[in-house]
Each structure stands twice: as C-alpha cells, then as structure tokens.
Nanobody, 123 residues
Framework: QVQLVESGGGLVQAGGSLGLSCAASGRTFSSYYMGWFRQAPGKEREFVAAITSSGLSTKYVDSVKGRFTISRDNAKNTVYLQMNSLKPSDTAVYYC????????????????WGQGTQVTVSS
C-alpha cells in the first residue's frame, strides 16, 4: 500500500515557475515508478511525466519537454515536478501516482493516486 500527498500548487503568472512535491508513505517507495498526471476542467486526465524507481530514466509528454523536470529522492520518499516557463494551458489539477512499471503508470491503471493539487497559470 502506498499513500500519496501532493503539495506546492498555486497561482502563477505565465512564464513563471512552480515546484510540486508528492510525499509517499510506506517502506517500498523506492521500488515504485512514479508519475504526474493533470486534469483540466472538462478534459481527460493526461500523462505529464514519469520516473523510474531508480530515478535514472524519465519520460515526458511532448507539451512539457524542456519546461518540466521530474525527480525523486528515495531517502525522503518524495517525488518532485519542477515546472518552468508555465503557460495558461498548464492550468489543471496535478495528480501524483505510483505504479509497478511505466506501462501501469501511463495506462492510468495504478490504484495509487494522490488527492491532487491545483495549478493555475494566469495570462
């Protein structure tokens, strides 16, 4: 079992930066792949970024490549999403998820999700 709690959302102007954190409970955090998804009003929840259990490999949706960075600290049971050059189209609720592998994460079939944190980017 893994429990996830996101933090760090807020309101920022276009071009600004925000950093999100996701703290995980449990002793097995380091064995999980971790990911970030987002959901804008009226839209499907979409994949944003993921990182392998070791932290050595990452994956991003094309729209955030070069602007967002996912990282993790297994000693602190925490995964991060640093968001730079934010755009109004990045406005959404951001969710953290944990899964056994990249396929589980990107298919949104993991049972482990946080409650979400709101990110609003004003133009």
């Amino acid at each position: 079992q893994v429990q996830l709690v996101e933090s760090g959302g807020g309101l920022v102007q276009a071009g600004g930066s925000l950093g999100l954190s996701c703290a995980a409970s449990g002793r097995t955090f380091s064995s999980y792949y971790m990911g970030w998804f987002r959901q804008a009003p009226g839209k499907e929840r979409e994949f944003v970024a993921a990182i392998t259990s070791s932290g050595l490999s990452t994956k991003y949706v094309d729209s955030v490549k070069g602007r967002f960075t996912i990282s993790r600290d297994n000693a602190k049971n925490t995964v991060y999403l640093q968001m730079n050059s934010l755009k109004p189209s990045d406005t959404a609720v951001y969710y953290c998820t944990a899964g056994a592998n990249m396929a589980v994460l990107t298919a949104k079939i993991s049972p482990y999700w946080g409650q979400g944190t709101q990110v609003t980017v004003s133009s």
